[in-house]
């Protein structure tokens, strides 16, 4: 298999946006992917999407031809493929795209992802969301994807001793680093003390513990490593691209502190990229909930597990500290369009690795970790980029 | 890219399956096809899922996992993934598996489709399958399925004199087929004048002119080719697979009487096997509606556009004619659970090539196609197989 870049990155300004459709996301998202990396609409051999429950949030499924369509190219008749793999949709999209130019099939791919969610009510929206979970088993009796990793933060605090302000400071971290970031869906900054006066969604998670509903599209474009330089200054190369599954439900899992998928499809990431956690320069990581980020630092070996609370009193993902995480505002202040988050992830990495990222740069990125969840951890994607 | 075979297949009856449970419908294919396969769980490196609209019809996206766990393949992690393109679902599905196993990604990777129609009321199904097209200026302006079908037919109907009595003659020949299939949903010969008589449904197609709402599920077992004979007697090798894009909706479509993605997807696997539509021993392809079947045969080149009608007179498409097509009785008369479709299609084409398709077997078949359409023609896929 031969090695994979990224040449172009676009994503739209996250939130509640009511003005545009997800059509007009999805062009947005892909004219400005396609622009940064000066290419025409010919040169693309295939696009893939990743969208998680369209057809109920707009009604939409058969996302590939849609992005086609949108795109202008029904004319190349060039494959388009939709992806969906709950809250990991994106990443497993980026995923099946990198095999597909790494196996030569193609050379330059569009990879997008995008997710409408503001259109429903926010009851619907719920109920929607625990359609990635276990319906039968879980959803059915009552679960909501807010309660299933209540349970999961809950056995966290017994087991480590995490606290509730511990994860507080996920919140009040990514919401300072989401002030840095034009295309975030929540530009102020937040307090300890707000996020745990505010409402209880499912105890002990409070709302500000909660990723948000948003709207937004987010696409890279991707293009064999040796043509890379043909198209852009600085292409910034795929070292290591893993998935990992797990039972659907939580209730079949062994353990509850930790997303075994994340481990596994971390490990492996590692090991491709022949690199240590203590490597990384920067992370993306799936904060769908502030214990999630919790887990997500223990999983991806940046600190051992249980030491992930401790970790934020430390401050050592904090922008300044020893590898910031979700400098971008993560899922809970950048936003959480289920379908664009992976690929959204994607664009900040590059960002950071490019040394464009503004204000929030981490000085000298020169290597970036991307980790996307789907459901309550049946799907775990690590991506690992350098720049070259 | 190295060669990949087909080891293994496996299938549920399909029909109006009250008695189980997507997961029980899952469970059955996929253990029939690793059965049939010899392999061991633990060998699986990787799964495909294609569903189209399970989070409206049952509740549930984030079939991976799922599959993963009615697998109880937990422990191994491996990928798992979802792939969504309408009615074409299980075609993209053994796509992306075969160029993940091309690829050299994986070795053994299986390859589910399956989807539970019956448990909403046939309002409700009619409406998410709407979802397939374009819901923007197509659906939501009161566009069915049929109703986009049904405007195909009469544009070819007007354009080469097909008539109503060719369409039906589909229907009746898919119908014969079935009787001979004891996985088929419906295992009854229908006459011409039962179509012509049936209730209209979007003139001119009648009920018996569509395919029917089923449950189902159908799994493939793919393995490199140098490896397949380790596994299986009789390896059955995929020469060509293809996957081609169009508008997502009917109205931005330059012609109305072919599925021009059919045409791109058929004709690119022809270059790629180095053969011609001649050369074809046996073919499934993408009935969902009679005037489906007569486009395809065109679009496939079997005959030349505008003569499909007149094969069906002809019976250059029957069992015993010069290239049978859908002898398992189609999306007609075997059924159509969307998401399962392309796999089932690969299942019958494997069972011909194999010389183990019982009464409905085609003499010394040698080569088969396998066509499967996502929408109003957004997606299409093309499988040339060969048993060597």
Redesign the interface.
């Known amino acids: 298999?031969r090695d994979v870049a990224i040449i172009g990155i676009g994503m739209t300004k996250f939130g509640e946006i009511w003005e545009k459709?997800f059509?007009d996301l999805v062009a947005e998202a892909g004219a400005e992917a396609i622009h940064d990396a000066g290419i025409e609409g010919a040169e693309i051999d295939a696009?893939y999407i990743g969208g998680?429950?369209t057809?109920?949030f707009?009604?939409?499924?058969?996302?590939?031809?849609?992005a086609?369509?949108v795109a202008g190219l029904?004319e190349l008749?060039?494959?388009?493929?939709?992806?969906?793999?709950?809250g990991a949709s994106g990443g497993?999209a980026l995923?099946?795209a990198y095999?597909?130019v790494?196996?030569?099939?193609y050379d330059i791919v569009v990879v997008g992802g995008a997710e409408k969610m503001t259109d429903v009510i926010e009851m619907e929206a719920t109920e929607?969301l625990?359609?990635?979970?276990?319906?039968?088993w879980e959803?059915f009796f009552g679960a909501t994807f807010p309660s299933l990793y209540a349970m999961m933060a809950r056995y966290h605090m017994h087991k480590h001793g995490t606290t509730n302000e511990q994860m507080a400071k996920v919140a009040v971290k990514n919401h300072a680093n989401a002030t840095l970031n034009p295309k975030a869906q929540f530009r102020r900054e937040i307090s300890v003390e707000a996020v745990l006066n505010s409402p209880m969604v499912a105890e002990p998670l409070h709302v500000l513990d909660c990723s948000p509903m948003t709207d937004g599209a987010a696409a890279v474009v991707l293009a064999p490593m040796e043509k890379a330089k043909d198209y852009c200054d600085k292409p910034i190369k795929i070292i290591a691209s893993e998935?990992?599954?797990?039972?659907?439900?939580l209730h079949?899992r062994k353990r509850f502190d930790s997303i075994?998928?994340s481990m596994?499809?971390a490990n492996k990431a590692y090991k491709k990229a022949g690199i240590k956690p203590s490597d990384i320069d920067v992370a993306e990581v799936h904060d769908c909930f502030t214990i999630a980020e919790i887990m997500a630092i223990e999983d991806l070996g940046f600190v051992k597990k249980g030491e992930g609370g401790k970790a934020m009193d430390d401050g050592l993902t904090e922008l300044k500290g020893e590898i910031p995480v979700n400098t971008s505002g993560g899922l809970k202040a950048r936003g959480h369009p289920i379908g664009a988050t992976g690929i959204a992830q994607a664009n900040e990495i590059v960002l950071q690795l490019r040394q464009e990222a503004g204000e929030r740069q981490v000085k000298d990125a020169r290597i970036g970790l991307i980790h996307n969840v789907?459901?309550a951890g049946?799907?775990a994607v690590v991506h690992i980029l350098e720049e070259i």
Chains 1, 2 share one sequence.
């Not at 707009?58 to 849609?66: K, N």
């Not at 790494?102 to 099939?105: D, I, L, T």
């Not at 998935?243 to 439900?249: E, F, I, R, V, Y």
């Open positions: 298999m459709s059509r696009m998680m429950s057809g109920r707009i009604g939409q499924e058969h996302l590939g031809p849609l086609i369509e029904e008749h060039i494959p388009s493929t939709r992806i969906e793999a709950s497993v995923h099946q095999l597909a790494a196996s030569e099939a929607i625990s359609s990635v979970a276990d319906r039968e959803a998935q990992a599954s797990d039972t659907l439900s079949g075994p998928a596994e499809a789907g459901g049946g799907t």
